[in-house]
C-alpha cells in the first residue's frame, strides 16, 4: 500500500521569512495531492491541492510543486504570518480512489 | 460552499452509553466518510459510502456502526466504547468518491470531540 513521509515534523520560523515542508510517496498510480492546514480544536481544511498533470501550482503566498519521477512533492509558505500558526498535512490519492494516505503532519510556528 | 457540519461538538459517555454523532452535507456530494483522528497523529480513515453504500471498512470494531439514510446525512453509532475509543471524529464528503478515473477533493467538518470514560 501507500506510504507517505512528511518532513519536517516541527519547523519554527520567524514572521515574514518562508517555510518549506515536503514529502514523499511510494505508489507511482497516486495522481492526487492535497495539502490540509488544521488549526487547534478543528478540522483540516485544504489549503492547496494538485493533480498529476501539473508540476507547479501557486495561491498568493502558497505554493506546491509535485516532481513525479522523484516521487516527491512539497509545500512553500512565502511571507509567514502568526496566522500560518497550524498543523499541515500532506495526502495523496490514486486514480479512482478515495482511500486519502496521510503524512505524519508538520507542526508549524511563526514567531512574531 | 464547501461546509460539511457536524453535531455534537463534544461528546462524552461511558463504558455503557449509546450515543450517535452526526454529519451533513448539502453539496450534492455523492461520497461520505468519517475519520478518527488521535492527538499528535494524522486521520486515519473508518468508513466510506459511496451513492448511499458503505464501501470501505478498514476493519473497524462493531463498536462502531455507520450509516448513511441519504446522500447528505452520515451517523456513526457508538455503543460499548472503550477509553481508547476517545479521539476526534471527523467527517468528510466528495464529489463521487472515486468512482471512474476521477479523483475528488475531500471536505473535513470540525469534527466531534469524543471522550469515553
Known amino acids: 500500500g501507500e506510504n507517505v513521509e512528511q518532513h519536517p515534523s516541527t519547523l519554527s520560523v520567524q514572521e515574514g521569512d518562508s517555510a518549506v515542508i515536503k514529502c514523499t510517496y511510494s505508489d507511482s498510480a497516486s495522481n492526487y495531492f492535497p495539502w490540509y492546514k488544521q488549526e487547534l480544536g478543528k478540522g483540516p481544511q485544504l489549503i492547496i491541492d494538485?493533480?498529476?498533470?501539473?508540476g507547479e501550482k501557486k495561491d498568493q503566498r502558497i505554493a506546491v510543486t509535485l516532481n513525479k519521477t522523484a516521487k516527491h512533492f512539497s509545500l512553500h509558505i512565502t511571507e509567514t504570518q502568526p496566522e500560518d500558526s497550524a498543523v499541515y498535512f500532506c495526502a495523496t490519492l490514486q486514480a479512482a480512489g478515495n482511500k486519502l494516505t496521510f503524512g505524519g503532519g508538520t507542526r508549524v510556528l511563526v514567531k512574531p | 460552499d464547501t461546509e460539511v457540519t457536524q453535531t455534537p461538538k463534544h461528546l462524552v459517555m461511558g463504558m455503557t452509553n449509546k450515543k450517535s454523532l452526526k454529519c451533513e452535507q448539502h453539496?450534492?456530494?455523492?461520497?461520505m466518510y468519517w475519520y478518527k483522528q488521535k492527538a499528535k497523529k494524522p486521520p486515519e480513515l473508518m468508513f466510506v459510502?459511496?451513492?448511499?453504500?458503505?464501501?470501505i471498512n478498514e476493519s473497524v470494531p462493531s463498536r462502531f456502526s455507520p450509516e448513511c439514510p441519504n446522500s447528505s446525512l452520515l451517523n456513526l453509532h457508538l455503543h460499548a466504547l472503550q477509553p481508547e475509543d476517545s479521539a476526534l471524529y471527523l467527517c468528510?464528503?466528495?464529489?463521487?468518491?472515486?468512482?471512474?478515473?476521477?479523483?475528488?477533493?475531500?471536505?473535513f467538518g470540525p469534527g466531534t470531540r469524543l471522550t469515553v470514560l
Open positions: 459510502y459511496s451513492y448511499e453504500k458503505l464501501s
Open positions: 494538485i493533480r498529476s498533470n501539473v
Open positions: 453539496m450534492g456530494h455523492r461520497a
Open positions: 468528510a464528503s466528495s464529489r463521487q468518491g472515486g468512482l471512474g478515473t476521477r479523483t475528488d477533493t475531500q471536505y
